[in-house]
């Protein structure tokens, strides 16, 4: 769901054109879905979704929160 409050944890790095990736860790112990944002330098795509691979593999990666 869009909020203008989720822009501010994007925008910042479109301006400055760094590439930025989402990484789902699994569920707190409420059953919430966490997860980080990892942040590289210029041309660290490769980088990046490599780290998050292998946060995902640690962590558990997606999960689908349980019911409430």
């Keep these: 769901m869009f909020t203008p409050g989720n822009m501010c944890y994007t925008f910042i790095w479109n301006i400055m054109s760094t590439p930025v990736v989402a990484c ?9 879905p966490i997860g980080c ?5 210029p041309n660290s795509e ?7 691979q292998e946060l995902e593999r640690k962590f558990g ?8």
């Design 37 to 41: 944002q990892i942040v590289g330098a």
């Design 46 to 52: 490769r980088l990046l979704i490599s780290v998050a």
């Design 24 to 32: 789902p860790l699994g569920l707190n112990r409420d059953g919430v």
């Design 61 to 68: 990666g997606w999960t689908p929160p349980g019911r409430f």
